[in-house]
């Protein structure tokens, strides 16, 4: 298992250049306040929707007359390449989202997403470097096991295998993780991936096991390498403006859920996929190809580069920094 500790789940609470309590604040407001939330991801994620519902109900539960989340999911307001602009232009306050899909315009995210990074999923993100973005993460969110390399036309036993497959991807560290290891990397919605391996235009899929029963993808791929071939989690973000002018009494309570949320996280993905996703990929007839530590090695040895590039996407040594904090 790649879970010894907490995994992603470890609150934020590094507020950047002492700006996050604002001399003057006002009091409470008397009216209840209202903040839009979205997410793309739909309820068929039933092992990540029940941390991220528990956020949601926790604060309505105990915010009645302060604070009120307005929820929308499944794309229902904005779907997942909308959410960031929309996060930054105000059409929602907060969102939950998944690194993936926006380590390009936060290159620092790729701490969480980096392959062979860690011994478990422990993480540690900085947020002075959202903040340069007016961006920042409450939580880490909802944890999430490493993303593995799903595949319908053949095994992925050792590094070479991958050469000449087209396989699908969610962000930039997994193209590029693709990429070393000599195979095509492509961008597909995860609602459009069955269709794509049923049609036969990408041979397989990286991403982690919840994606596959929800998507429904096992019954169109036959094998399963296990290894960590990069990570990634679901996290809640605000505007570092908005989040200032909350008064502290919401702030404290959004602390509180995240928390709570992310205690909901640890608790419940991991054993709901040993009970109930590992078997279903099972039943399904897919095999299950767990690397051994050689061939852990020759697949990390291959991947190395990937870091190297990541962190010139990064300020000089703001990469070498976050690595070093999240291997410590």
């Known amino acids: 298992m790649f879970w ?23 009091q409470a407001m008397a009216k209840e306040l209202k903040l839009i939330t979205a997410t793309y991801a739909p309820p068929a994620y039933k092992d990540a929707w029940q941390p991220l519902q528990h956020f949601i109900d926790y604060i309505n539960e105990h915010g009645k007359g302060k604070v009120n989340i ?47 990074l860690y011994d478990d999923i422990e993480s540690k993100v900085k947020n002075e ?13 909802i944890t999430l096991p490493p993303e593995h390399i ?33 195979g095509a990397s492509t961008t597909v919605s995860s609602a459009e991936v069955y269709e794509a391996l049923q049609r036969g ?24 390498n296990k290894g960590y071939f990069a990570a990634y989690g679901e996290q809640l973000y605000i505007r570092l403006d908005k989040w200032n002018s909350l008064p502290p009494d919401v702030r404290k309570l959004i602390l509180e859920a995240a928390k709570s ?33 050689n061939e852990q090695k020759m697949f990390k040895e291959r991947i190395k580069p990937v870091w190297d590039w990541w962190k010139g996407l990064l300020p000089p040594g703001v990469g070498e920094k976050a690595i070093k904090l999240a291997t410590e």
């Not at 993936?100 to 290159?107: A, F, K, V």
């Not at 470097?129 to 969110?141: C, D, P, Q, V, Y």
């Not at 036993?157 to 962000?171: E, T, Y």
């Open 70 to 116: 307005d929820f929308y999911h499944s794309g229902t307001l904005l779907k997942a390449e909308e959410l960031l602009p929309g996060l930054m232009q105000g059409t929602a306050d907060m969102i939950f989202h998944t690194d993936s899909y926006i380590m390009g315009t936060l290159p620092i995210l790729g701490i969480l997403e980096l392959p062979f």
């Open 201 to 224: 235009t990408v041979d397989g899929v990286m991403c982690y096991l919840g994606t596959v029963p929800a998507r429904s993808l096992q019954e169109k791929l036959k094998y399963v």
């Open 150 to 182: 799903w595949t319908n036309t053949r095994p992925i036993r050792k590094p070479d295998d991958l050469k000449g497959l087209r396989i699908r991807i969610a962000g930039r560290i997994e193209a590029m993780v693709i990429k070393t290891l000599g």
């Open 261 to 293: 949320l992310e205690k909901q996280s640890i608790e419940y993905v991991i054993p709901y996929h040993e009970k109930y996703y590992w078997p279903l990929i099972k039943k399904a007839g897919i095999e299950i190809i767990v690397p051994t530590p």
């Open 4 to 26: 010894k500790k907490s995994g992603f789940a470890f609150l934020v609470l590094f507020f950047v250049c002492g700006t996050l309590i604002t001399v003057g604040q006002q």
């Open 129 to 141: 470097e959202l903040a340069k973005k007016n961006i920042f993460m409450i939580t880490a969110g």
